[in-house]
Structure formats: structure tokens, C-alpha cells
């Protein structure tokens, strides 16, 4: 029996992660360990943010003094970095699809825990900064709250009590491997929107994995369905990039027949760590030529397997020549689906033909066809 199938009206609530799930709490961690560990002459890569991930604030604490081996105590890099910490709370942005979930299970009146290995007057800092959010969850509850943290299942335990509904029935949405482990020995359903690229073969315990939370179908979990998606397209809140085109893999045209106008991602690094891996689409604008529809993929193509996040868009037009180094803007308006990897080179041309026809019937639409006049396409300094 299929997973969708199986689990049709079972679940009548969530249990929601924050860190990492709903709010980007690592970019903000980041910042602050590379600036702090530089002044003992280390520097902070990420190559220990997979042993952090979903640890309680303690936990975390001693695998960074123990791994850089810092001459100072767990408790003294806490007294440091906490206040450090605090002081960026309000740079901490929501993820992608966080609000819109948010609200949609509130607006159906979904019960909602916030279920987080944080303490309970952290979560509460964080999530201030976040308008409407407290008021969304019936129950919060911290690891200082509960007997152990994740990958205990108390934390979990505890959410479903105060809700007074069996865990049986709750769903867990979670973004580290502790708290999948926690959710399925709490013997919820488990979705993983996991927070670190290339590390879904870490997940396997649950009981699906998406790319982020644009990717979530309530109604497979028995709830109730988005119903913003239109033409096999999600609108989104506009964003835009540019920049000079540059040569990229020299596989577009090469190797797929798609001649894409790659863009530097140098100076885009905060846009890439803030938006999911995945096809998009939009207006591209070329200051000597116009403007275009544009379909686009942001990732790390696993065909082919890419060591960097990349930005490649494909411009919809037949141009005669090259245009190397013109400055290229892009006005990003809609999602149409998650990275993939596909089995064959024809299959991956395939499905980005398939993208390219979704995108260039989706702008025509009203709804993003206004956006081929925003200025920012068509007024260049």
C-alpha cells in the first residue's frame, strides 16, 4: 500500500521543528562561528554543521569546543556566543514555504505544536520576530521542558499530550536527522525537509522526504490541500538577481541543446543559501534587447552531480550570437518543482522541455505577466 494511501485521514495535527525548518537559524550560526573562531586563529568551513544539526544547544556546544579543540570550556563558549547569538535573532529569516504552511494549517484549523530541541524562552525570542506565528501554535515545547532532547522522542511526547492527541496521529515535519529518529520512536509520521544539501540518504527512517517546504502536499497526511498552485506552477514573492552573464559548464548547448545564461553566484551567496534547490521561473531582461520569459534552475544538478550551487537560466528565445558579459536581470515570480536526478541525459532534456512549457504558458497569465514591466528589467543606470 502506497504511503499516500495509507495514511488518508490519520493524521490531525502537526508537530513542527523551527531551527532549520521553519527558520534559517544556520546561515545566522554560521556568521557568528566563523567571526568567533577566527580570533583563535580557526576558521569555521560548515564541515561540523552536519554533527550540529538538530543537537540540543548544549550538545552542539561541546562537539564545536571538542572538534577545534578550543582552549575554553563549554560553558564559557556559551556565556560568548549566546549573547552573540541574541543579538542576530532578528536577521533570522523564515524558510521558503514557512509562512504560506503556517497559515494554511491555521487557517483549517489544524492543531499545531512548535516541537524544538531549543529551550522554550528561546523558541519564544525567535519566533517574536516572526508576526503572527505565536498565536498559530496551540503548544510549544522545549528540550529544557522534557527529560532528554532529541533523538529522545519526549520533546514529541509531550507536544502530543498537551494537544491531547495520540502521537500516533500527529504528523512531525523536521528538518535534522535527531528529530526524524525522534519522531518515528514517538511513533508519529515523519516528513524530512532536510537543512544540509546532498544528505537525504541520511533520512531513511522517514516516511517521506521533500526538498523544502514548497514540496509539501497536506492531503497525502489527510489534511487539507494547498489550493494556491496555479497551471502546475507556485507563485512566490518576487526576488530578483543580475549581473553579467558568464560561461558556465559548457554543457549547456554542448551537452543538452539548452544554451543558458549563467550568472556569477559570488555575489549572490545569501540567495542561494535562502532559497531551495529547484526550478523556477520569470522575466529576464537584457539591456540592448529586451525583455524575455525565463526558466531556471537553482542547484546543484545531480545528473551531473555539481560541487557548488549553481544559477542557470534559460532564457525562451532563439538569439542569433552570444552575449557574454551583458548584464543580465532576473525577476524570479514562480516555483514549478524540486531538483531531481534522472536516469538518463534524455530524460533530464526532457523534463527541462517539459519546465520550459509550464513556464512559458504560467507567464502569460496575468498574474506574473505583469512583472514583465517591473522596472528593475528595463532601467539600467
Given at each position: 500500500m502506497?504511503?499516500?494511501?495509507?495514511?488518508?485521514?490519520?493524521?490531525?495535527?502537526?508537530?513542527?521543528?523551527?531551527?532549520?525548518?521553519?527558520?534559517?537559524?544556520?546561515?545566522?550560526?554560521?556568521?557568528?562561528?566563523?567571526?568567533?573562531?577566527?580570533?583563535?586563529?580557526?576558521?569555521?568551513?560548515?564541515?561540523?554543521?552536519?554533527?550540529?544539526?538538530?543537537?540540543?544547544?548544549?550538545?552542539?556546544?561541546?562537539?564545536?569546543?571538542?572538534?577545534?579543540?578550543?582552549?575554553?570550556?563549554?560553558?564559557?563558549f556559551?556565556s560568548?556566543?549566546?549573547?552573540?547569538?541574541?543579538?542576530?535573532?532578528?536577521?533570522?529569516?523564515?524558510?521558503?514555504?514557512?509562512?504560506?504552511?503556517?497559515?494554511?494549517?491555521?487557517?483549517?484549523?489544524?492543531?499545531?505544536?512548535?516541537?524544538s530541541?531549543?529551550?522554550?524562552?528561546?523558541?519564544?525570542?525567535?519566533?517574536?520576530?516572526?508576526?503572527?506565528?505565536?498565536?498559530?501554535?496551540?503548544?510549544?515545547?522545549?528540550s529544557?521542558?522534557?527529560?532528554?532532547?532529541?533523538?529522545?522522542?519526549?520533546?514529541?511526547?509531550?507536544?502530543?499530550?498537551?494537544?491531547?492527541?495520540?502521537?500516533?496521529?500527529?504528523?512531525?515535519?523536521?528538518?535534522?536527522?535527531?528529530g526524524?529518529?525522534?519522531?518515528?520512536?514517538?511513533?508519529?509520521?515523519?516528513?524530512?525537509?532536510?537543512?544540509?544539501?546532498?544528505?537525504?540518504?541520511?533520512?531513511?527512517?522517514?516516511?517521506?522526504?521533500?526538498?523544502?517546504?514548497?514540496?509539501?502536499?497536506?492531503?497525502?497526511?489527510?489534511?487539507?490541500?494547498?489550493?494556491?498552485?496555479?497551471?502546475?506552477?507556485?507563485?512566490?514573492d518576487?526576488?530578483?538577481?543580475g549581473?553579467?552573464?558568464?560561461?558556465?559548464?559548457?554543457?549547456?548547448?554542448?551537452?543538452?541543446?539548452?544554451?543558458?545564461?549563467?550568472?556569477?553566484?559570488?555575489?549572490?551567496?545569501?540567495?542561494?543559501?535562502?532559497h531551495?534547490?529547484?526550478?523556477?521561473?520569470?522575466?529576464?531582461?537584457?539591456?540592448?534587447?529586451?525583455?524575455f520569459k525565463?526558466?531556471?534552475?537553482?542547484?546543484?544538478?545531480?545528473y551531473?552531480?555539481?560541487?557548488?550551487?549553481?544559477?542557470?537560466?534559460?532564457?525562451?528565445?532563439?538569439?542569433?550570437?552570444?552575449?557574454?558579459?551583458?548584464e543580465?536581470?532576473?525577476?524570479?515570480?514562480?516555483?514549478?518543482?524540486?531538483?531531481?536526478?534522472?536516469?538518463?541525459?534524455?530524460?533530464?532534456?526532457?523534463?527541462?522541455?517539459?519546465?520550459?512549457?509550464?513556464?512559458?504558458?504560467?507567464?502569460?497569465?496575468?498574474?506574473?505577466?505583469?512583472?514583465?514591466?517591473?522596472?528593475?528589467?528595463?532601467?539600467?543606470?
Open positions: 502506497s504511503v499516500s494511501n495509507s495514511l488518508k485521514k490519520l493524521s490531525s495535527c502537526v508537530l513542527i521543528d523551527l531551527d532549520g525548518t521553519l527558520i534559517n537559524t544556520d546561515g545566522v550560526v554560521g556568521d557568528i562561528l566563523r567571526k568567533y573562531l577566527s580570533k583563535y586563529g580557526k576558521q569555521w568551513d560548515g564541515r561540523e554543521a552536519l554533527k550540529i544539526v538538530g543537537k540540543t544547544p548544549l550538545e552542539a556546544a561541546t562537539t564545536i569546543v571538542e572538534d577545534y579543540g578550543l582552549p575554553c570550556g563549554v560553558d564559557e556559551n560568548e556566543f549566546y549573547p552573540l547569538f541574541s543579538a542576530q535573532m532578528d536577521k533570522i529569516k523564515s524558510l521558503p514555504g514557512a509562512n504560506r504552511l503556517i497559515r494554511h494549517l491555521k487557517g483549517h484549523g489544524v492543531p499545531m505544536a512548535l516541537a530541541n531549543s529551550s522554550r524562552a528561546n523558541i519564544e525570542s525567535k519566533i517574536s520576530f516572526h508576526q503572527g506565528w505565536k498565536e498559530c501554535f496551540s503548544v510549544i515545547v522545549g529544557d521542558e522534557v527529560s532528554k532532547g532529541k533523538p529522545s522522542p519526549d520533546i514529541f511526547l509531550e507536544a502530543a499530550r498537551k494537544l491531547n492527541k495520540d502521537p500516533g496521529e500527529c504528523l512531525v515535519i523536521e528538518d535534522s536527522v535527531p526524524v529518529l525522534a519522531g518515528k520512536a514517538a511513533g508519529s509520521y515523519v516528513i524530512a525537509v532536510p537543512s544540509l544539501p546532498k544528505q537525504t540518504h541520511l533520512y531513511t527512517s522517514a516516511d517521506e522526504v521533500i526538498n523544502s517546504l514548497l514540496d509539501i502536499k497536506p492531503e497525502k497526511w489527510g489534511l487539507p490541500p494547498f489550493q494556491d498552485w496555479i497551471e502546475n506552477t507556485l507563485p512566490i518576487p526576488w530578483r538577481i549581473g553579467p552573464v558568464i560561461k558556465g559548464f559548457g554543457r549547456g548547448s554542448k551537452v543538452l541543446g539548452i544554451p543558458t545564461a549563467n550568472l556569477s553566484t559570488k555575489d549572490y551567496a545569501e540567495e542561494l543559501v535562502e531551495p534547490s529547484g526550478v523556477y521561473f520569470g522575466w529576464a531582461g537584457l539591456a540592448t534587447r529586451g525583455v525565463m526558466v531556471m534552475s537553482i542547484g546543484w544538478n545531480p551531473f552531480n555539481n560541487t557548488e550551487k549553481t544559477i542557470e537560466p534559460w532564457l525562451l528565445h532563439d538569439f542569433t550570437e552570444d552575449f557574454y558579459g551583458e543580465l536581470r532576473l525577476i524570479i515570480v514562480g516555483y514549478i518543482r524540486p531538483e531531481a536526478n534522472f536516469p538518463s541525459l534524455e530524460s533530464l532534456v526532457a523534463k527541462i522541455h517539459e519546465d520550459r512549457d509550464v513556464a512559458e504558458k504560467a507567464l502569460d497569465l496575468p498574474s506574473y505577466a505583469k512583472f514583465k514591466d517591473d522596472p528593475y528589467l528595463t532601467k539600467y543606470d
